[in-house]
C-alpha cells in the first residue's frame, strides 16, 4: 500500500529528467550563444575585443566555481533549494545580457549566468538519477547529454537569421536561454526534493550510521573505496574533455587558418553532424543500461581517437574535417561526457554525489580553459602536431576510464543504505525503522526493496 502511494505521488523520472536535464541545454546554449552574441555587440555597441576575452573567460571560470559550490551546496542543503535558487540565478543574469550596454553590467551578467548554470549542473543530475531505477538511470542521464547537444545547435540555427540583426540579433540570442530558464524554475516548482536525499538527511540528523548518511565529507571522496572511481572520473573527464574543447571553440579557427574552407561550409558541416549526435545519443540511451555499456565504450573510444588521429595524420582539409566530425560523433556518444556522468552518479552515496559531479565538472572546465588561452600559438606552430598531443591526451583519459570501470561491481545505489561498515555501533533494527513514514513512503522502490538485475559493469575496481 505504502508502495502504491508512493508511486502516485512521485512525479513521472521522464518528466524529471526533461526539467533537470535543462540545465544540460542552458549551459550549451549559454556557451555558444555568449561567444557569437558578443561578435554582435561588439559591432553594434562598441564591446572591444579585450572586453570579450575577459567575459569569455570569466564565463568559463564561473562556470567550474558555480559547479564546485553548487555541488556542496545541494549535498548539504538538498537538490531542490539549490536548483530553484541556481535557475532563478540564470535568469537574472541573462536579463543583464539582454538589456545591458556597458561592459560592467555585462561582465555582472556573465558572471551571475555562469555561476548559475555551472551550480545547476550537478544538483540537476543527482536529481535525475535519484529519481530513476538501476533499469533506466542510465537512459535518463543520456536525456541530458541530448538536450546538451540542442542546446549547442538552436543559437546556431539562430544566429543563420539573428546574426544580421544588429544587437537586436545578439539581444534574441540571450533572450531565448532567459525564457527557457524561467519556464524550467517553473516547471522545477512541481518537483519534490530528492527522497534518496531526505533519507539521508533523516538519517544522519538521527545519527543512523548508514552509508548513505555517514559518507558525507568532502575528504571521503578521497578514501576507499571512493577515491578510485573519483580519481579516474577526475583525469578522464578533464583530459577527453580538453580535446572536445579545442574542437568546439577552435574547429572555426582552424578551417578557415589551416584548411581555408570558408565559416560557412565549416558551419554547414557541423550542422549536419548534429543529427547524427542526436541519433547516436538516442542509441547510448538504449545500451546504457545494458550488459554491453562496455563494448559500447571501447568501440566509442576508439572512434574518438580515430576523430583526431585523421587530421593529425593527414592534415586539415574538407575531406578530413568531415571525417573527424563523424568519427567524434559517435565517439563522443558512448565515450564521453554521457558515460562520466553515469558512472558519477552510480559511484557516490548520496550526500557526495553532486560534490563529486560539481568537482569533476569543475576541474575539467578549468584545464580546458587554460589550454585555450595558448591554442592559438599551439596552431601557428602546427595544427597536426597539436591535434597528435590532444590523441595521446585522450588517449590516456580513455585509458584510465576503462582500468578503473571494467570491472563488475554493484553501484552505491545498491549498497548506500546498508550500515556504515566503519560505525562502531551496529544497530540494524534502526536502518529499517527509524526514518519517518512520511520520508519512507516517498522513496521510490529501489530504496526499499531489492534492485533489479542490472550491469555489473558499471563501476569501478578497487
Known sequence: MADTIAARKAPNPWWVAVVCGMASYIDAATIVATGIALVIYQQTIGVTPTEIGIMSGSLTICIA???????????RFGRRAVFLVTMALVAVGIAFLVFSTAFPLLLTGVILAGLGTGADLPVSLSTISEAATDRNRGALIGLSNILWSVGILVPVALSIFAGGWGRFGGQVLFAQIGVVAIAVLL?????????????AHVERTEGIRTIRADKAGVRDLLKAPYAVPFLALLVFYALTNVGANTGGQFGTYLAVNVAHIPVQLNSLIGLLSFPLGILFGVWFMKIVDGRSRMVYFVVGAVALLLGYVTPAAFGFNVVTIVLMNLFMAFGGAFAFEGIMKVWTQESFPTLLRSSAQGTIIAVARVVAALLAFVTPALVAVSAQGLYWC?????????????FAFRGGRSNQFDH????????????PAFVATAAPASVATEAPASVATAAPARDTTAAPTA
Open 416 to 427: 548506500e543504505q546498508e550500515l556504515d561498515p566503519d560505525a562502531r555501533t551496529e544497530a
Open 65 to 75: 566555481i558555480g559547479a564546485v559550490f553548487g555541488g556542496r551546496l545541494g549535498d
Open 390 to 402: 590532444l590523441a595521446v591526451v585522450v588517449a590516456i583519459g580513455l585509458l584510465v576510464a576503462w
Open 187 to 199: 516547471c522545477r516548482l512541481a518537483i519534490p526534493e530528492s527522497p534518496f536525499w531526505k533519507q
